[in-house]
């Protein structure tokens, strides 16, 4: 009785694994495209006045001051504050659960 109980758990067993890996098997060459893939991939943009838009961009490409944040202008000890107050809401309510979790004994 006992080994035809394990039988069938280990023919499910094999069943399950092998529908599992069969999600890893690549897709077939000749399985027909799908009309995304049959698209060319290569667009003109264009803007309203007829030039064509730039590839990227980059740091090179543009001034210095586009690529600055507000906080990016602040000194050290303005920033202080905002990285205290991040890590008090972060910190708070681990502090608050603990506080809650002693209270409950």
Known sequence: MMSFFFTNVLVLL?????ISVN?????????????AARRSSTT???NFFGEQER???????????FFS?????MSDEEKLPIAIAGVAFITIPFIAGLIALYAAK
């Open 14 to 18: 094999v069943l399950c694994l092998g």
């Open 23 to 35: 999600g890893f098997v690549p897709k077939s060459v000749l399985a027909p495209q799908t009309f």
């Open 44 to 46: 003109q943009v264009y």
């Open 55 to 65: 590839d990227s961009l980059t740091r090179d490409s543009e001034p210095e001051q």
């Open 69 to 73: 944040t507000n906080t990016d202008k």
